[in-house]
C-alpha cells in the first residue's frame, strides 16, 4: 500500500504505512500512523502530534509518550493546542506510542527482568525505538535531527521511558514520569526482598554515571495506591519516587535536574495524569520571557 503523507510543505511517498488524519484544532494537527515492527512482531498505532506553524524543522522538540493510548482520553490534543497557541511552551512534536497485548514484557528494564520474568522484552523495545521508530519519524517528517529529544510514560510506561533515557543518555535530555512502577524488583517480598538491593530502576541509578545535561520530572498522587511495605505511613509509589530521587542526588544531579510533583488526593489514573501534564510540559518546553 502506498500513502501520502503531508506536512509543512512537504509531499512524501511512504510504504506499507496505514495513516489517518484528525482535524486541526488551531496550534497542532494530529495525524495517526500503524506501522509493522519487526522487533516487537506486532503492529504499532502512533499518534503525531504536530504544530501547524514552526519557523524551521531543525527548532522542534521532540518528546515521545508511552501508552499513548491513553492521551486522546486526557484529552492531549487541547492540553498540548492551548499550550501552544497562547505561546506557553515552544511547539514540539510528540508521539503516543499505543502499547501492545504484552505491556508487561514490553515495558520494564532492560538492564534485567521483574522477579515473575516481566519486562522480558524491554530490549526489544528499546530497539523498536531507536532502529524502527525514530528512523520512521525522520523520515516521514523530513527532520534529520531535533533540537532535543525526551521520553515520558505512565506508570510501567514511565519506568519503561525513564530505563531508556538512562541507558541511552546521550539522545535524551528529559524524561517525565508520571506515577512511575518504580517497585519494579527482582525478588518477592516473600523471597528475602530488600529496598536497597532489589529495586531494578533504583540499582540502575546507583551503578550508572552522571550525565550533567539530563532532566527528570517525577509526578506521584497521595492516592496512587494504598500499599505500604515498610510501614511508615508513606504509601509506595511515593516512598520509591523520593527514594529513586535520593538516588540521583548521590549520583550529583540537583533540584536543578529534578522536579517533583505530588498531586494531593490525586490517583493512579488518566485524570490526574492530564492534570500533571501541562505542569511538565511548560517546566520542560516553557517559553523564556524576556522584559
Request: overall charge negative.
Amino acid at each position: 500500500m502506498r500513502f501520502l503523507l503531508y506536512y509543512c510543505h512537504h509531499y512524501i511517498i511512504f510504504e506499507t504505512m496505514v495513516h489517518t488524519k484528525f482535524p486541526v484544532i488551531t496550534s497542532i494537527v494530529v495525524e495517526q500512523i500503524i506501522i509493522h515492527s519487526e522487533y516487537l512482531q506486532r503492529e504499532v498505532i502512533l499518534d503525531i502530534y504536530l504544530p501547524v506553524s514552526v519557523k524551521g524543522p531543525e527548532l522542534l522538540s521532540l518528546l515521545l509518550i508511552n501508552d499513548g493510548q491513553d492521551l486522546p482520553k486526557m484529552p492531549f490534543n487541547k492540553i498540548l493546542d492551548d499550550l501552544i497557541s497562547k505561546e506557553l511552551i515552544e511547539p514540539l512534536i510528540c508521539v503516543g506510542i499505543y502499547c501492545g497485548y504484552e505491556r508487561k514484557m514490553e515495558y520494564g528494564t532492560s538492564y534485567s527482568a521483574d522477579y515473575t520474568g516481566r519486562g522480558a522484552k524491554a530490549g526489544l523495545y528499546t530497539k523498536f525505538v531507536f532502529e524502527e521508530l525514530l528512523p520512521l519519524i525522520r523520515k516521514t517528517y523530513h527532520i534529520p535531527s531535533f533540537k532535543d529529544k525526551s521520553f515520558a510514560g505512565f506508570s510501567l510506561g514511565g519506568l519503561s521511558a525513564l530505563d531508556i533515557a538512562w541507558n541511552q543518555a546521550s539522545e535524551f535530555n528529559k524524561v517525565g514520569i508520571f506515577s512511575g512502577s518504580f517497585w519494579w524488583r527482582r525478588k518477592g517480598y516473600q523471597d528475602g526482598y530488600d529496598d536497597e538491593q532489589d529495586r531494578l530502576m533504583h540499582l540502575q541509578v546507583r551503578k550508572g554515571g552522571f550525565h550533567p545535561w539530563l532532566r527528570f520530572f517525577m509526578e506521584c498522587g497521595t492516592l496512587d495506591e494504598t500499599a505500604d511495605r515498610n510501614q511508615n505511613g508513606i504509601i509506595d509509589s511515593i516512598d520509591d519516587t523520593l527514594d529513586l530521587i535520593v538516588e540521583l542526588k548521590a549520583k550529583g544531579y540537583t533540584d536543578e535536574h529534578i522536579h517533583y510533583l505530588e498531586i494531593q488526593e490525586g490517583k493512579h489514573d488518566v485524570p490526574t495524569w492530564s492534570k500533571a501534564f501541562p505542569a511538565f510540559l511548560v517546566w520542560g518546553w516553557g517559553r523564556v520571557i524576556i522584559n
